[in-house]
């Protein structure tokens, strides 16, 4: 497969809309603009952090960009090739490049099969291994995410939520992907835990050079494993860029508030409090203008009649907002 | 709330029509009332005749057209059996399995309810184990053989109440008994159930602990969050038992009403009258449910239509 | 006997992990619950009696002696010798007990060929309207809607008036009216499934929808479908007893459990065991399946329990 750029993935005016039905016959009455013009490219081995607050529409962008779920319009470009044209990418063996690992990792086992059933289902499915060989790869693999092998018999119910959450990454691992998306994988867990996962995926990364979609609703731990952040936003992007700059120059007023919402221990780290108020708008059929404005302080006019486009206001840095804004004091 | 209830009445009229044409249908194509009304003996003929009398002998979808278009006036036609207008007949039944479905419902709720949230305040107790065992027990028995034993027991071996027969209130003490023992072991059922569910949930854990007056109101927020299911049981076993499921009971009990009619209109074929019956039943039961789905509305602050 | 295969188990395994055969296993299911076991333990013999008819049964249940009629139960041979008429013998002189195994064939496969057929089809169209969503849902769950506003006696006894009394046609009445419950059911299973997490792991790592649907979803699926199909042969048999007592079920001379009370009704002042046993059989077989069924329910849902 050749590659002609070092962008594994890239995502052009990605839109999903969901009806919402209603009527006696059950027609779309309205629709939901879970996610809005997105677009945004993921370099080789790099780790893009994908932040905003639940509803957003971040975990549909971590979906429509595995093919698990259709896009409205818009592309997704896997390795140069449109994930959605099946003449370049068969869904199966697109599966072999991209995997997924859920937030709620029990919720995707089935209950019914042991750990070894599980995290070989992947082997057994694209015909890579059986039985002995299985059992040896699956062991292989368990190792990988630091289990023991002789969980492999245990079955879901009986581990711990940081066990669970291992044989979920273990299973996503298991066809060699080159890009995994990661579905908020700590905030199910214990805190005492979410340290540990987070080393293992960043040493994951660095031992299978493996690609990231991190997605999650806390900023912090999104800069602890990106090198680069999208602040998504009902349904759009309003900053990106790599995951320093936007964490040391805040230029939108949400990551500022986003940041600001996150404790940090060290009164004179502090930022000063962005305690947002009004609104947050429905993604229900969004009235024009920018979708933060009900809750935003710095807020022009402007603001409420035109949505602003996503502009390169310092090298890499884009953000999507008329006014000139920047965050107070740096953090870090 | 109007978009809800132009839904709910389209709805109705689905059901009522879907019910009659079905039934008409069924009996005019595959039945064949005409042998049984009259003697074996009877010639080619007569057969001929008194189909062509009835209006049978018309093309189905005529007389379906016929029917659908008296229906509407509320027009059955005349029993073949009675020789009398056919919704009149039913309207005219009806009363008295009312009244001993009513009593029988009064004293399920009576007896049921109370002892099911007992139970689920007091669960694994005496009571809860002995509630739970005799509403399992109880919807296991045939009411209509349960009729029986109770006649047997109490009629003839002790000639409390009487056999048989309709007036009194003695004669509506042994069916009402008969009658409610299944309502009762399902409210009881759904009571238990639906209140321990309340009764664990945060909020009354909560109030429990902090001590007895807050017990009261407790009961009064667990009552009223388990009431839609129990409305729905009560609901669904009155529209069953309305709907007919009163005919072996009232058999054994010489009761005179609709349950009664349904069994002798099946045994005599009469068409007319059974449209009326299946109409009415199907009025009601869509009644019923309506008042239960509006009540809904009142129980649970939840639902808005 | 059980002591031997306990140490025929124990000999063949060295291991320290005791290999437990499948029948052991399967009285696991059972600790905790063994009322759930008597009612299994009654209801495999009520069935295995039905089954063999021929072979318990003492007497040919429609072959009566006048001369023996309304003989109350008894545990002495008759004048004419023959086996004791133990529960007596009904109006026509014939045996009761023979009446009832006999009554019990009848009633049991009435109920379990309505179950049978009347849950596939049921089933069939849930899971096509689940699967498929869209119109074919819409329709499908509209008259499922709609049939079951219907009332159920009332059609049953029109389709019996129309059809013809009898096992055949009672049996074809019965499924008319009750395949709904088996679609609602079967439609939500494959609804909640196919919008679980799991399923939407189970594209991630590439399995083929006939794989998710067989290996995923179904093995899920079967523990509620078991259940229903348990509690609605509980209610079966009761509404044949309920139909054949009102003299539109089962025909005579073949006995059910049901026409047994309804042609024994008249007699019950001078002879009450006509009545009484069907009766108790009949709330003997349903309670044991509501048991059972109730058993099935909690014990093979994988939430509740520890599996295996």
């Known amino acids: ?332 | ?305 | 006997m059980s002591n031997n295969t306990q140490q025929g188990i124990d000999e063949k395994n060295s291991k320290s992990e005791v290999k437990k055969n499948a029948f052991q296993r399967f009285l696991q299911h059972f600790s905790g619950n063994s009322l759930a076991l008597v009612a299994f333990i009654l209801l495999i013999l009520i069935i295995a009696i039905s089954i063999f008819a021929p072979f318990i049964a003492p007497y040919d249940p429609a072959k009566g002696n006048i001369v023996n009629r309304l003989k109350p139960p008894t545990l002495e041979r008759p004048a004419d010798g023959g086996f004791p008429h133990i529960l007596g013998t009904d109006q026509q002189g014939r045996d009761v007990l023979s009446r009832l195994i006999y009554g019990g064939r009848v009633s049991m496969s009435v109920g379990f060929t309505v179950v049978a057929i009347g849950g596939t089809i049921g089933t069939l169209l849930g899971l096509i309207a689940g699967y498929f969503g869209g119109w074919t849902d819409l329709i499908i769950m509209r008259i499922v809607d709609v049939a079951s506003s219907f009332p159920g006696l009332l059609i049953a006894l029109t389709f019996v008036m129309v059809l013809g009394p009898g096992q055949a046609n009672l049996t074809i009445a019965l499924l008319l009216v009750g395949w709904m419950i088996y679609a609602r059911m079967a439609r939500s299973q494959v609804l909640t499934a196919r919008e679980s997490t799991m399923v939407e792991a189970s594209r991630a790592i590439g399995c083929s929808m006939p794989r998710i649907l067989f290996n995923h979803i179904l093995p899920n699926v079967i523990s509620p479908l078991i259940t229903t199909f348990v509690l609605e042969m509980a209610h079966m048999i009761s509404a044949e007893a309920n139909m054949s007592f009102l003299g539109y079920g089962i025909q005579p001379p073949a006995s059910s459990w049901g026409l047994m009370i309804g042609e024994g009704r008249q007699y019950i002042t001078s002879a009450w065991w006509i009545v009484v046993f069907p009766g108790l059989i009949i709330a003997l077989t349903v309670l044991c399946l509501n048991l059972v069924g109730n058993w099935v329910r909690e014990e093979f849902d994988p939430l509740q329990k520890g599996r295996h």
């Open chain 1, 1 to 332: 497969m050749t590659e002609n750029n070092d962008n594994i993935i890239e995502v052009k005016n990605l839109v999903k809309y969901f009806p919402l039905r209603g009527g006696l016959l059950g027609q779309p009455t309205s629709w939901v603009h879970a996610v809005d013009d997105v677009s945004f490219n993921i370099k080789r081995g790099q780790t893009l952090g994908l932040v905003g607050e639940s509803g957003c529409g971040k975990t549909t962008v971590g979906r429509l960009v595995l093919k698990l779920i259709e896009p409205t319009s818009g592309e997704v470009i896997f390795n140069s090739k449109n994930i959605y044209d099946e003449k370049f990418w068969k869904e199966k063996e697109f599966r072999r490049n991209a995997q997924i690992i859920f937030q709620d990792a029990f919720s995707s086992f089935d209950i019914r099969k042991n750990v070894e059933n599980i995290v070989g289902e992947p082997l057994l499915v694209h015909g890579i291994a059986q039985g002995k060989e299985l059992k040896e790869k699956v062991d292989d693999l368990l190792k990988l995410v630091g289990l023991k092998p002789e969980i492999a018999k245990e079955y879901p119910h009986t581990l711990s939520s940081g066990q669970k959450q291992c044989v979920g990454i273990a299973r996503s691992l298991a066809l060699n992907p080159t890009f995994v998306v990661a579905d908020e994988p700590i905030s199910a867990l214990d805190v005492s835990v979410r340290a540990q996962i987070l080393n293992l995926l960043k040493d994951l990364q660095k031992k299978l050079n493996l690609t990231y979609l991190f997605i999650s609703h806390d900023i912090r731990v999104v800069y602890y494993l990106s090198d680069y952040i999208a602040v998504m936003y009902v349904g759009k992007l309003v900053e990106t860029g790599p995951a320093e700059e936007v964490f040391a120059h805040r230029l939108h007023p949400y990551t500022e508030a986003l940041l600001t919402a996150v404790p940090i221990e060290d009164p004179k780290m502090r930022a000063s409090k962005e305690i947002l108020q009004g609104e947050v708008p429905s993604p229900v059929d969004p009235p024009p203008g920018c979708r933060f404005y009900p809750r935003c302080k710095y807020a022009i006019a402007k603001c409420k009649d035109e949505n602003p486009e996503l502009i390169e206001k310092s090298p890499g840095h884009f953000v999507s907002c008329f006014v000139d804004f920047h965050g107070s004091k740096t953090i870090i």
């Open chain 2, 1 to 305: 709330m109007k978009r809800y209830i132009i839904v709910r009445l389209l709805y109705t009229i689905v059901v009522i029509l879907g019910v009659s044409i079905l039934v008409f249908v069924v009996t005019h194509m595959v039945g064949n009332p005409v042998n049984t009304m009259l003697p074996l003996q009877a010639t080619e003929a007569e057969r001929a005749a008194l189909r062509h009398q009835l209006g049978l002998d018309k093309p189905l979808f005529e007389q379906l057209t016929t029917f659908l278009g008296s229906m509407v006036k509320l027009d059955f036609g005349i029993s073949w059996w009675q020789q009398i207008p056919a919704l009149g007949i039913v309207i005219n039944k009806m009363p008295a399995t009312f009244m001993l479905v009513s009593a029988a419902m009064i004293l399920s709720i009576v007896v049921a309810i109370p002892l099911g949230i007992l139970a689920a305040y007091k669960p694994g107790t005496f009571l809860d184990r002995f509630l739970t065992s005799a509403s399992l027990i109880g919807l296991c028995l045939p009411p209509f053989w349960l009729g029986l034993m109770l006649v047997l027991f109490f009629a003839v071996r002790l000639g409390w109440f009487f056999t048989s027969g309709y007036g009194t209130l003695r004669h509506l003490i042994l069916p009402t008994i008969t009658l409610a023992v299944v309502p009762m072991g399902h409210l009881a059922q759904i009571v238990r159930f639906s209140m321990a569910e309340q009764l664990n949930a945060q909020y009354a854990i909560t109030a429990r602990a902090k001590g007895a007056s807050e017990t009261a109101v407790l009961f009064g927020h667990a009552l009223k969050n388990a009431a839609t299911s129990i409305v729905t049981m009560g609901g669904s076993d009155f529209g069953r038992l309305l709907a007919g499921e009163t005919a072996a009971v009232e058999v054994v009990f010489g009761w005179p009403g609709f349950g009664t009619l349904i069994v002798d209109t099946i045994g005599r074929q009469d068409f007319p009258l059974l449209q009326a019956e299946v109409f009415f039943v199907a009025v009601v039961i869509c009644l019923i449910n309506l008042i239960v789905d509006i009540s809904y509305a009142y129980l649970d602050p939840r639902i808005k239509y």
